[in-house]
Nanobody
């Protein structure tokens, strides 16, 4: 069992930066793939970025070049550095861990709100 707690969400102006953190407790975290998702009001949840247990990454097209996902297995932490934020990045951001063969994640955090003003 893994528990995930996100932090770092805030209100920021367009063009600004934020760093989101996801703290994991429980065993096995270091072997799991981890991802950041986001959900804006009235929209479906979407994958923002993912990182494998060995550090391979992939990004949603809108995040490429602006966002960076990273992890520190020694600290059971995953981060999402977000630069050049845009109003359309406004959403609740959640981290997820332990992806199955169908791409579904087993463990989810409660989320942290990111609001980008124009």
């Amino acid at each position: 069992q893994v528990q995930l707690v996100e932090s770092g969400g805030d209100l920021v102006r367009a063009g600004g930066s934020l760093r989101l953190s996801c703290a994991a407790s429980g065993s096995g975290f270091s072997i799991y793939a981890v991802a950041w998702y986001r959900q804006a009001p009235g929209k479906q949840r979407e994958l923002v970025a993912a990182i494998s247990n060995v550090g391979s990454t992939n990004y949603q097209d809108s995040a490429k070049g602006r966002f960076t996902i990273s992890r520190d297995n020694a600290k059971n932490m995953v981060y999402l550095q977000m630069n050049n934020l845009k109003p359309e990045d406004t959403a609740v951001y959640s981290c997820a861990a332990n992806r199955d063969s169908l791409g579904r994640y087993m463990y989810w955090g409660q989320g942290t709100q990111v609001t980008v003003s124009s």
